[in-house]
Structures are given as structure tokens and as C-alpha cells.
């Protein structure tokens, strides 16, 4: 295992996918999860929500952090036009999304905030994601079989509808997938020095 960090690490999220990845890096660390409102102020730029949401995450522990804690908090968000398209709520609002997304381009910012006792660093990566034209039947297939309500923009790129969807991508695989961590682990090395 490379000696990345010599703190202990709390990755601030329930997502599988980030913890995978997180692990991907070689790094051991615990799972913490704080009930935090992914509200934003209406007049935010769209560029700066995800990287807002995952602040707002990390400080929900400012609180309790120990001395030689991390926290790594992320929040992703799907951009259409200047439109954030969330977590759909039901099968009619993803079908509605991945409508929305079919033969389009898109945008997939994740924000990433590290904090410890004595600082905080916030930054976001983002990707640009190009659909093909997909078929109504192609949808109700994704969303019956995969159920993507817990995703933002209703889909999961490494699943079915990534592998038949997704035409290119500009950026970091891992960014559309929740965590982009070549930026992570480049700022987890530079963190102690």
C-alpha cells in the first residue's frame, strides 16, 4: 500500500461506487454518513453546486473531527444546458431525464472536499458526456431492471445504459461515476507537505 496520507480517513458518503474507487487508490478508511439538506442558494452558478454540496457535507463534521482525521466528502451533479438534473423521485422523473439526455451532450461535475483539523480544500472536476440516441424501450428497460433513483441525472455509467449510451466522454471516467480520484490522490499527496 503506498503511504499516501498518515491520517485516518472518513469517506463522508453511503455511495458504493465512491468507496470502490476510494479503495481503488489503496486506501483503508471508515464510512461516516451525516443527514445534510443538498439545498443551494437559486442564485448559484451551476458550476459551483457540487463542489458547494460537498463542503456543506465535510462541515457537518467540523464539529466532531479528532486530531489526525480526514474527511473526504463528494457531491456529483448531471448538467443539461444550465439545468441540474437531480435524483429522479419516481420511474416517470428518470424516464423523463434520460429522455431529456438521449442525443445530447452533458455535463458531470463532481465536487470533492478534503478537511482536517486545520484546513479545508474544495475543488471539482468535471466531464463532458456524449449520448446516443436512445429508444423508449431502451429507458423503461434501465429504469425497471437497474432502478437509478438514488443517481443524479438517473444513471449510472457503469451500468447497462453506460455500456449501450454513452458515445464519448471528454475527462475522468471516474468524475461521471462520483469520484474523480486522480485529483484526490494527487491532493491527498500534496496534503502533508
Do not use: C
Not at 107 to 120: A, F, Q, S
Request: glycine share 8%; charged share 25%.
Amino acid at each position: 500500500m503506498i503511504p499516501l496520507i498518515d491520517k485516518k480517513i472518513i469517506l463522508a458518503s453511503k455511495s458504493p461506487r465512491r468507496s470502490e474507487l476510494l479503495r481503488g487508490l489503496g486506501l483503508e478508511f471508515v464510512i461516516k454518513t451525516k443527514d445534510t439538506e443538498e439545498d443551494f442558494p437559486s442564485e448559484m452558478p451551476v458550476g459551483e453546486v457540487a463542489g458547494f454540496l460537498s463542503e456543506k457535507k465535510a462541515l457537518a463534521f467540523a464539529e466532531e473531527l479528532q486530531e489526525g482525521e480526514l474527511v473526504i466528502a463528494a457531491d456529483t451533479i448531471v448538467v443539461l444546458g444550465n439545468e441540474i438534473l437531480g435524483k429522479p423521485a419516481d420511474a416517470k422523473g428518470a424516464f423523463e431525464m434520460l429522455t431529456a439526455l438521449s442525443n445530447r451532450t452533458h455535463e458531470v461535475i463532481t465536487g470533492v472536499t478534503l478537511m482536517d483539523k486545520e484546513r479545508i480544500l474544495t475543488f471539482q472536476d468535471i466531464a463532458k458526456v456524449y449520448f446516443k440516441p436512445i429508444t423508449e424501450l431502451e429507458i423503461q428497460y434501465y429504469i425497471e431492471k437497474y432502478k437509478p433513483f438514488d443517481k443524479a441525472g438517473a444513471y449510472g455509467i457503469q451500468e447497462w445504459i453506460g455500456f449501450v449510451a454513452v458515445d464519448k466522454i471528454e475527462g475522468s471516467y471516474y468524475t461521471v461515476m462520483g469520484l474523480p480520484v486522480h485529483r484526490v490522490y494527487k491532493e491527498l499527496s500534496l496534503w502533508g507537505q
